[in-house]
T-cell receptor
C-alpha cells in the first residue's frame, strides 16, 4: 500500500492568482494521477502525471491551466493557474502501480476556494 | 459509450439494517470494478474490487459486492449497518483491461445511518 499526503489541505485564493498543490507518496509508485471533485459531484480525472516527461491530460483540461510536474517517483505538483470561482473544488492526487487491476491510493485532497 | 451509474445520491438506513448501494456500468467488455469510500474531509479508501476472479467479492468493514455480467451491475451490500458506515461511496470502473489504469467514477451515494 501507499500513504499519500497533500499540501495545502485547504486554501482560499483570489481570482487571477495561481496555487500549487503538492503530493507526496511514502513509497515509489509507477503512476500518479490528479483528480478534481467539484462541489457535490464525483471525481473527474484531470491528468496522469508522468515521471520525467509532460503530463497526459484528459479532454477538457489543458497544460496552460493545470501545469503538472513529476520530478521523481514519489512527488508531484499540480498548479491551478489564473484561478476563477469555477475552479473552487477539491483536488486529489492518487498513486499506484498502474495496472488495470491495481488499487489506486488517494491523498486527503486540497479544498480550494476562489473568491 | 462507456459509463458508470450509481442510482440514488442519498440512501438512508437504520442502524442494523441492510445496506444496498447500486452501481451499473455500460461497456461491451466487462471492466474491472471498484468501490471506494470517502469519509468527511478525507481521501478515498478502497473497500473492494472485482478483477475477473470470484464474482462475489468481500471487502473491508463487512462490505461485499457481487459482479453480475448479465445485469451489468456491481452492487455493494452490508448485512447490518453501523453508525460508522455513514460516508460517501463511489463506484469506479477501469474500462481498460490492458495498459495503465484510468478510473471513471460514478456520481457517488451518500449513506446516512440513523440510530
Amino acid at each position: 500500500s501507499a500513504v499519500i499526503s497533500q499540501k495545502p489541505s485547504r486554501d482560499i485564493c483570489q481570482r487571477g492568482t495561481s496555487l500549487t498543490i503538492q503530493c507526496q507518496v511514502d513509497s515509489q509508485v509507477t503512476m500518479m494521477f490528479w483528480y478534481r471533485q467539484q462541489p457535490g459531484q464525483s471525481l473527474t480525472l484531470i491528468a496522469t502525471a508522468n515521471q520525467g516527461s509532460e503530463a497526459t491530460y484528459e479532454s477538457g483540461f489543458v497544460i496552460d491551466k493545470f501545469p503538472i510536474s513529476r520530478p521523481n517517483l514519489t512527488f508531484s505538483t499540480l498548479t491551478v493557474s489564473n484561478m476563477s470561482p469555477e475552479d473552487s473544488s477539491i483536488y486529489l492526487c492518487s498513486g499506484g502501480a498502474g495496472a488495470s487491476t491495481d488499487t489506486q491510493y488517494f491523498g486527503p485532497g486540497t479544498r480550494l476556494t476562489v473568491l | 459509450a462507456q459509463s458508470v451509474t450509481q442510482l440514488g445520491s442519498h440512501v438512508s438506513v437504520s442502524e442494523g439494517a441492510l445496506v444496498l448501494l447500486r452501481c451499473n456500468y455500460s461497456s461491451s467488455v466487462p471492466p474491472y470494478l471498484f468501490w471506494y469510500v470517502q469519509y468527511p474531509n478525507q481521501g478515498l479508501q478502497l473497500l473492494l474490487k472485482y478483477t475477473s476472479a470470484a464474482t462475489l467479492v468481500k471487502g473491508i468493514n463487512g462490505f461485499e459486492a457481487e459482479f453480475k455480467k448479465s445485469e451489468t451491475s456491481f452492487h455493494l451490500t452490508k448485512p447490518s449497518a453501523h453508525m460508522s458506515d455513514a460516508a460517501e461511496y463511489f463506484c469506479a470502473v477501469s474500462f481498460s483491461r490492458t495498459g495503465f489504469q484510468k478510473l471513471v467514477f460514478g456520481t457517488g451515494t451518500r449513506l446516512l445511518v440513523s440510530p
